[in-house]
């Protein structure tokens, strides 16, 4: 196949399902490599610049081994550390780092900053979260439904998203159902429902959505679904006075025994992008679940979240191998396959 030399990722419908599978095969590909210390440095001496707006462990990390492991370098910016946007627009900002380097992975708030650097920087620009998408996150979890289904096409495997379905992480699985065709059941109260744009606007690459339902009814969202995905109930960025409402009117939603009984399928597993609210272990936890008096975990309970079923620290892995590819790919020339 064709590389995705020198293409940007700001979404996951910028990559048609070939592409996506490509990469969910190259992954495959160099984690295999890596395992058996036998990695080549397809893109040596590249030269890539992350910035991020919003706190990350996984993603920047991801970045960063997935740079080194391939013989690329990498210059890391956080929120205070340059002019970026306060004393210099993102359009002079962007035409001065597409000067300077091969790649720009961007996390942040809004999407138009994003698509202004892609646009002046004229360099491949890959988005490490937004508060519309989260494609890279994707691309791991998809790796992570086909090592542990490895005879089921991708298109086969049925999912049910509880919680907050009008975030990034819920917009981005929309866009990877929409683009691959696998069932995508959104499990949620109304008012957290995707909005209709990322289900129904034509969008390049995306072209039916039979697949695809929304329900409030919990027994029938997770009925028979081979995954059960939720993430946290308020995103970075949003404001921390939200809590209140969002717990009231997700708690029903939360990943729990119950709702394992509900699925009818003794093998189901769960996905969650991380980080989590499972236990008071974190500050933040903490303080939620004091404040809030809550008892066991706010999306999902502390001992589903400890149990085997939860896949989400074999996502968290598979970040370093998908992000690797997609470095391979937009700045490599070769074609592996
Ligand atoms: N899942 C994810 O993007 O994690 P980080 O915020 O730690 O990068
Ligand atoms: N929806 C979460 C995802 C974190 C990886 C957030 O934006 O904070």
Redesign the pocket.
């Given at each position: 196949m064709k590389t995705l030399y020198k293409k940007s990722l700001l979404r996951l419908s910028d990559y048609t399902n070939k592409e996506i599978i490509y990469l969910i095969k190259l992954s495959k590909f160099l984690k295999k490599q890596k395992y058996n210390k036998k990695e080549n440095k397809y893109i040596k001496g590249k030269n890539i610049v992350l910035i991020f707006e919003k706190?990350?462990?996984?993603?920047?990390c991801a970045f960063e081994i997935a740079a080194y492991d391939q013989g690329a370098n990498i210059t890391y910016l956080g929120p205070n550390d340059t002019h970026i946007g306060y004393k210099e627009s993102i359009q002079d900002s962007a035409k001065v780092l597409g000067k300077m380097y091969d790649a720009i992975q961007y996390r942040g708030h809004n999407d138009k900053i994003i698509k202004d650097f892609k646009k002046y920087s004229k360099i491949p620009v890959w988005n490490g979260?937004t508060d519309t998408f989260?494609p890279t996150?994707i691309l791991a979890d998809l790796l992570t439904i086909q090592e542990i289904n490895p005879k089921k096409p991708l298109k086969e495997i049925k999912c049910a998203y509880v919680g907050d379905a009008q975030n990034n992480i819920a917009n981005s699985l929309l866009e990877a159902a929409n683009i691959i065709g696998l069932k995508m059941n959104i499990v949620a109260p109304k008012i957290y429902w995707p909005k209709k744009k990322f289900l129904f606007k034509k969008i390049k690459y995306i072209k039916k959505n039979k697949n695809i339902i929304c329900t409030e009814n919990i027994k029938e969202g997770v009925k028979n679904v081979d995954f059960i995905y939720t993430d946290v109930w308020v995103s970075m960025g949003e404001k921390k006075n939200i809590w209140e409402k969002k717990i009231k009117e997700l708690y029903p939603y939360q990943i729990n025994k119950k709702m394992l009984n509900m699925t009818n399928n003794k093998n189901i597993k769960i996905l969650h992008?991380?980080?989590a609210f499972h236990d008071k272990k974190s500050i933040l936890g903490y303080e939620i679940h004091n404040k809030f008096h809550i008892k066991d975990g706010l999306e999902i309970t502390n001992d589903i979240f400890n149990s085997n079923i939860n896949l989400s620290f074999k996502q968290s892995e598979n970040?370093l191998h998908t992000i690797k590819a997609l470095l391979v790919s937009c700045l490599s020339k070769k074609s592996f396959f």
């Open positions: 706190e990350s462990t996984r993603t920047r979260l989260h996150q992008c991380l980080p970040r």
